[in-house]
């Protein structure tokens, strides 16, 4: 059974060289083994902006410095409905370190992808688009 309003989701498009990172849901999560940008839940009270900078501390042990929201996606799965809001993060300090023992991987947008999650297909499409060397 769905609940009645949506789950806010943050998630970081983090860049390096020209590729993305991309982190892969731990056993014991729902949709465990699929590829998702690093982010997470919106706690209650939480700003988006508050979220993101404390899902990538959590998640990565990263301080975000600047960053945008870039695009907002609806989703529904069968079980949920997600709104997702993407972050274009441009400086950030520290070195990603998967702090929950995910599996990372840092995905060239034009080279083999891997299984990311339904909601974000739409986004990892887009950034097939985006110019590398803007980057």
Known sequence: MKTESPLHVVAAVIWRDGRYLAVQRPEGKPMA???EFPGGKVEQGETLEQALVR???EELAI???DFFLWRQVPHSYPDMDVFLHFFWVTSFHGKPF???KQSMLWVDPEG???SFLQADLEI???LAKVSVSRI
């Open 98 to 100: 998967p702090l929950e």
């Open 63 to 65: 301080t975000v410095e």
């Open 55 to 57: 899902e990538l501390s």
């Open 124 to 126: 990892v499409a887009e």
């Open 112 to 114: 083999e992808l891997p």
């Open 33 to 35: 083994g699929y590829w």
